[in-house]
């Protein structure tokens, strides 16, 4: 790949993201690795005890500190556009995270296990109150498709202007068309304002 | 490359320890606009590097190609917070160049070059 522009400066490309939010064990890593062109990465991000962002080293050493684990995976969409996903960290309470990952963001695929339904509210609630395009993809496990789209629709208390899809996780071309749904919404409610 | 240990546990002294003693008692970064997904990649013109650490040449590296701050800190398995500082001091050396936008949401356009890429992986 050629990295130099045609008045022979080097291309720092633009990078966008979308972020693969869901409750815990919905299957976000296996999404991100399923349509990623890398193997999934893991970045650490340190806090202190209490949660709270750590973006100065100093005192560092005599304080409690913890980490708080991002995976994510990357699709170079050509020499100029690079696309992230970045799984959410399992954690609710990591919410500032959250905000770093949303900012700037195409929008969020919300994953949904139809066997615990309530563990994705959180997600939910926190994209739809930042305004932040999101859409719901139900991962099947094992074809454990137990309701119908409008059900799930229905459980979730969705906007009839949120598309809910079936996927499974697993599957790249499955997670393909997520993605494809999820960027055309996004299209969308840009030409909506 | 160094592993994770080496970077963030030293025996005697405990955790944390090593990281600080990495970015040399710098404790936040210079250069404040760094994002998870800011592209950054080495300079063509970058100086002489024998003044700089290991580290700082690990980075280098792995730049010459544009990666994400992200990829960074996740190829050289330390915090994101160590190679912002890192970073920062590249960058200020004219060796690292930086995409200098913070994220905003994509237009169109993007969006539609975003949509036929996704399409055609
Ligand atoms: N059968 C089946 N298993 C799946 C599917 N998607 C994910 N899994 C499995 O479910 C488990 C959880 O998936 P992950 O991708 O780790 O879920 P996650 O949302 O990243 O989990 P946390 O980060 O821990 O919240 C793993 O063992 C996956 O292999 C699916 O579509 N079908
Ligand atoms: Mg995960």
Redesign the interface.
């Known amino acids: 790949m050629v990295f130099v522009g045609s008045d022979g400066q080097l291309i720092v490309p633009t990078a966008v993201k979308i972020v693969i939010a869901g409750g815990f064990g919905t299957g976000k890593t296996t999404m991100v690795a399923s349509v990623s062109e890398i193997p999934p990465l893991r970045t650490e991000e340190l806090l202190t005890e209490a949660g709270v962002h750590v973006d100065d080293l100093a005192g560092i050493e005599g304080k409690d500190t913890t980490t708080v684990a991002l995976d994510f995976g990357r699709i170079t969409i050509n020499t100029k556009v690079v696309l992230y996903l970045f799984g959410t960290p399992g954690q609710n309470r990591f919410w500032f995270m959250w905000d770093e990952l949303a900012t700037g963001a195409i929008g969020a695929v919300v994953l949904v296990d139809t066997r615990r339904l309530d563990s994705s509210f959180p997600s939910i609630d926190f994209f739809e109150h930042r305004a932040i395009p999101f859409i719901v993809a139900v991962n099947c496990f094992d074809g454990s498709q137990l309701y119908t789209v409008d059900e799930v629709r229905h459980a979730l208390d969705l906007d009839e202007a949120i598309p809910v899809v079936l996927c499974d996780a697993r599957d790249r071309e499955s997670s393909k068309t997520v993605l494809v749904e999820l960027i055309q919404h996004s299209m969308n409610r840009l030409a909506a304002v | 490359m160094t592993s994770r240990e080496d970077w963030w546990y030293d025996e005697a002294a405990g955790p944390?320890?090593r990281?600080?003693a990495m970015?040399r008692g710098?404790?936040?970064p210079n250069a404040p606009d760094l994002?998870?997904?800011?592209?950054?990649?080495a300079?063509?013109f970058a100086s002489d590097q024998t003044s700089l650490t290991v580290e700082h040449r690990e980075i280098m590296a792995l730049c010459a190609?544009?990666l994400?701050i992200?990829?960074v800190?996740?190829?050289l398995d330390v915090?994101?917070?160590?190679v912002k500082?890192l970073l920062s001091d590249l960058i200020e050396r004219g060796d690292v160049?930086?995409?200098n936008s913070?994220?905003?949401?994509?237009?169109?356009n993007?969006?539609?070059?975003?949509?036929?890429?996704?399409?055609g992986?």
Do not use: C, F, N
């Open positions: 944390l320890v990281p600080y970015v710098r404790t936040r994002h998870l997904v800011t592209q950054v990649r300079s063509a190609r544009p994400s992200a990829e800190a996740a190829y915090p994101l917070i160590v500082v160049l930086v995409q913070s994220p905003k949401v994509p237009d169109r993007l969006l539609q070059a975003v949509l036929d890429g996704v399409r992986i």
